[in-house]
């Protein structure tokens, strides 16, 4: 069992204020999906072997920004504050849809999850989430797709609740699967020891084992709703000590998802529990 993350930088135009797909990006993802299917055997034997997470991106960092969805609020801004979480719901669940499009145009048995119907979260942090939906999807074959959301929450009212968390939540707690390895697509080769956009001298850090490792790390993205790469990396460390491995890789690159899928050598930032 594999869980593919695919950042909303990867799919999305996501430094733009409209919502906007990377068509170009999406297409090739999915192509790369598709071939890693083939390599393997049929759809109907292999599918129960891949969940996907998606972010947001320029769907939902700018509504979520714009109405500050996560932070605490007045009594009296609770109406604007439910347009504001209406707004990102609906845009985040429209990528999505177009997400899932592109994958079953090549074949792929993808369902659509979607987690504002069914996670609530408690100071940001998941406190619900029913598995079972996911489990019963995989049984039959079925490539579940699920993608960073808003979600009601106990101490917030509302929270916006990222793919990242989703998927470390997902690893820890599916019993019914054994989860081999995640694989996160972002739009840089891994984790640095600065901002690779900016910084000529940046060096990529091949192995994370602990925050240590990490001390002096720079965001490799702008700082968003959900994080950036410090907020992976610790949500990630946390599966690394449970025994699972990730790999971020840079997803703008062809071929570098069939080939992580495949379990082949990658340039890549390996997460992993120390020895």
Partial sequence: MIILKLGGSVLT????HNAEVNYKNLNRIANEIHNFFLAKGSNSDIANELII???????????AQKYQIG???????????????????????????????????????????????????????????NL?????????????????????????????????????????????????????????DGVFTKNPKKHNDAKLIRRVSSLEDIEVLESTTNID??????????????????????????????GLIANALLNKKVECSLITKNK
């Fill in 225 to 254: 709703v959900t994080g950036g790469m410090i907020g992976k990396i610790k949500e990630l460390l946390k599966l690394a000590n449970l025994g699972i491995e990730s790999r971020i890789i840079n997803a703008n690159k062809e």
């Fill in 132 to 188: 079972d939906l996911i489990a019963k999807y995989l049984d039959e074959g079925f490539v579940p797709v699920i993608y960073g959301d808003v979600v009601l929450d106990a101490q917030l009212k509302i929270a916006v609740l990222s793919g990242d968390q989703i998927l470390q939540y997902i690893a820890k707690n599916l019993k019914s699967r054994k989860i081999n390895e995640i694989i996160l697509g972002t739009d840089v």
């Fill in 13 to 16: 135009k996501k430094d733009s």
């Fill in 71 to 129: 932070k605490s609020f007045k009594r009296e801004e609770y109406p604007e504050k439910r347009i504001g979480f209406s707004e990102t719901q609906n845009s985040v669940k429209r990528l999505n849809s177009i997400i899932c499009e592109c994958l079953l145009s090549k074949k792929i048995p993808c369902v659509s999850i979607q987690p504002s119907s069914f996670i609530t979260t408690d100071n940001k942090r998941i406190n619900s989430f």
């Fill in 53 to 63: 997470v998606h972010g947001a991106g320029s769907f939902g960092h700018p509504p």
